[in-house]
């Protein structure tokens, strides 16, 4: 009897350590790439601000708040971290010029899936990147608009109600 439960004991305790050293493995990589990047590229420089913002299949962007000077370079990098394709969970960043109604433009940008839900003709926006799926990368490269407040948001229909922040110019 001591046999059979030290056996099912010693089992189950390789079974369990097993499946949860190669858990850590796997999240451990995940969260260290995209979390070194964003803090590392988060702050402007005198030259160039060197933004990094992570979305993910939640519909969430992982800062809610960029920094940039007036008529600074700003080099502006999407990752996408997560697994979802571009049809389904397709992010991208769109910032929008002074007193431009964020909600109006979610809603004229959400049936223009043609043109990647980016309203054509638009004088509307300042930059945008474009649409991105899970595991993809895009970057644009524009200058710094006049000190002030700006909104940015997801594009993609439904995403700006929880994918939204402020570009913030001083």
Not at 62 to 76: D, F, P, T
Not at 134 to 143: A, C, L, R
Request: hydrophobic share 35%.
């Amino acid at each position: 009897m001591k046999i059979k439960f030290l056996t099912i004991l010693l089992a189950s305790l390789m079974f369990n350590c097993g499946g949860k050293e190669e858990k850590k493995k796997e999240g451990f990589s995940y969260e260290k790439t995209s979390t070194s990047e964003t803090t590392s590229t988060n702050k402007p420089s005198d030259d160039v601000a060197n933004i990094v913002i992570t979305s993910n299949d939640l519909m969430q962007f992982n800062i809610k708040e960029i920094k940039a000077k007036a008529g600074q370079k700003v080099k502006l990098t999407l990752r996408h971290v997560g697994k979802l394709d571009i049809n389904v969970m397709g992010h991208n960043v769109v910032i929008l010029k002074q007193g431009v109604n964020l909600t109006e433009f979610a809603a004229k940008a959400a049936v223009e899936r043609d043109n990647k839900y980016i309203p054509k003709d638009s004088e509307d926006i300042i930059a945008h990147t474009d649409m991105i799926g899970g595991g993809q990368v895009t970057t644009i490269e524009f200058d710094a608009p006049e000190a002030g407040t700006y909104d940015f948001l997801c594009s993609f229909p439904g995403h700006s109600g929880l994918m939204q922040g402020k570009f913030i110019v001083e």
